[in-house]
């Protein structure tokens, strides 16, 4: 589809027409005319990260690539704001002292503990100051956590982007086996598990404790987490180290919904954990009227 570039949304840009938001031009046009028309007002900013995160519930979901388009306009307006311009940093040693000049002037030591600090709390320019001033993106905390799994945690979807955009890898686990996934599904952050999906991450790692994501969010009645990793094919019936299923958590903690939910995408209600226990032997006893009777039309457990 033809479309023009924008030359406001270029000038954003510093004239790089590779970081242009082609894909978005030709993948939502209406979108891109949206942007284009925004571009300049004092709302724009805020208007970009409203497209990141979804308030109505009913959207479909952008690409990764979109999302990386659109967080490199955000992250253009956070650059312009604060006077730090790519084009301003003519060598690649030039760009790493301008932005660790930065850092110090925003009074943020150029350390560990303030990168990870940084992705904890979804603070994004900080973190591509960090990543301009030569910080290694996939590096350790004391409980093996990487800026990833801090970010996918707390649900920080333009910290997400951002790092997967800049090479992060989605499958290192920290001290416990507990990837990116496991943490986004622990905590709910369904459209961070779709980026991560879309980056290519296992959503059937297993934990040290032989948990799964699926194992996760079912243990924390995550619905939506739930039903982002049944879509994407992950494994239903795998067993931690207890024996226990995702079945098994969800109908333990009561959760109707999600047990509703795996019972509908055919988990198996009648696998035997450690204590020789089905979770239809579980349903069967539960307090819940609702959980008993999930399981009323299934066979009965030999």
């Given at each position: 589809?033809?479309?023009?570039?924008?030359?406001?949304?270029?000038?954003?840009?510093n004239?790089?027409?590779?970081d242009?938001?082609?894909h978005?031009?030709?993948?939502?046009?209406?979108?891109?005319?949206?942007?284009?028309?925004?571009?300049?007002?004092?709302?724009?900013?805020?208007?970009?990260?409203?497209?990141?995160?979804d308030?109505?519930?009913?959207?479909?979901?952008?690409s990764?690539v979109?999302?990386s388009?659109?967080?490199?306009?955000?992250?253009?307006?956070?650059?312009?704001?604060?006077?730090f311009?790519?084009?301003?940093?003519?060598?690649?040693?030039?760009?790493?002292?301008?932005?660790?000049?930065?850092?110090?002037?925003?009074?943020?030591?150029?350390n560990?503990?303030?990168?990870?600090?940084?992705?904890?709390?979804?603070e994004?320019?900080?973190l591509v100051?960090f990543?301009?001033?030569g910080?290694?993106?996939?590096?350790?905390?004391?409980?093996?956590?990487?800026?990833?799994?801090w970010?996918?945690?707390?649900?920080?979807?333009?910290?997400?982007?951002?790092?997967?955009?800049?090479?992060?890898?989605?499958?290192?686990?920290?001290?416990?086996?507990?990837?990116?996934?496991h943490?986004?599904?622990?905590?709910?952050?369904?459209?961070?598990?779709?980026?991560?999906?879309?980056?290519?991450?296992n959503a059937?790692?297993?934990?040290?404790?032989?948990?799964?994501?699926l194992?996760?969010?079912?243990a924390?009645g995550?619905?939506?987490?739930?039903?982002?990793?049944?879509?994407?094919?992950?494994?239903?019936?795998t067993?931690?180290a207890e024996?226990?299923?995702?079945l098994?958590?969800?109908?333990?903690?009561?959760?109707?919904?999600?047990?509703?939910?795996?019972?509908h995408?055919?988990?198996?209600?009648?696998?035997?954990?450690r204590?020789q226990?089905?979770?239809?032997?579980?349903?069967?006893?539960?307090?819940?009227?609702?959980?008993?009777?999930?399981?009323?039309?299934?066979?009965?457990?030999?």
């Amino acid at each position: 589809m033809e479309y023009a570039v924008n030359p406001q949304l270029l000038d954003l840009l510093n004239g790089q027409e590779s970081d242009y938001p082609h894909h978005l031009a030709q993948l939502h046009p209406h979108l891109h005319d949206l942007i284009a028309a925004a571009s300049g007002s004092d709302e724009f900013e805020e208007y970009l990260r409203s497209l990141l995160i979804d308030q109505r519930g009913n959207r479909q979901g952008f690409s990764a690539v979109v999302i990386s388009e659109i967080f490199r306009l955000i992250q253009a307006c956070e650059q312009k704001k604060q006077g730090f311009s790519d084009s301003a940093a003519p060598d690649v040693w030039e760009h790493v002292k301008q932005a660790r000049d930065h850092l110090n002037a925003c009074g943020v030591a150029f350390n560990l503990e303030s990168f990870f600090a940084a992705a904890e709390r979804g603070e994004t320019l900080k973190l591509v100051l960090f990543l301009k001033a030569g910080m290694k993106i996939d590096a350790r905390d004391h409980h093996q956590k990487t800026p990833l799994i801090w970010a996918s945690s707390f649900g920080h979807l333009p910290c997400v982007g951002l790092l997967l955009a800049n090479q992060a890898q989605t499958d290192l686990a920290d001290s416990g086996g507990y990837t990116a996934i496991h943490w986004a599904a622990a905590n709910g952050h369904a459209e961070v598990i779709r980026l991560l999906l879309e980056h290519g991450a296992n959503a059937d790692l297993s934990s040290h404790a032989g948990k799964t994501p699926l194992i996760q969010a079912a243990a924390r009645g995550q619905r939506d987490a739930l039903m982002r990793l049944m879509e994407a094919g992950v494994a239903l019936n795998t067993q931690d180290a207890e024996g226990n299923t995702a079945l098994h958590k969800a109908i333990t903690q009561g959760y109707v919904h999600v047990s509703q939910a795996l019972i509908h995408h055919h988990a198996d209600t009648h696998l035997l954990n450690r204590e020789q226990c089905s979770a239809f032997d579980l349903a069967t006893r539960h307090p819940n009227l609702a959980i008993r009777q999930l399981v009323k039309q299934q066979p009965i457990s030999a």
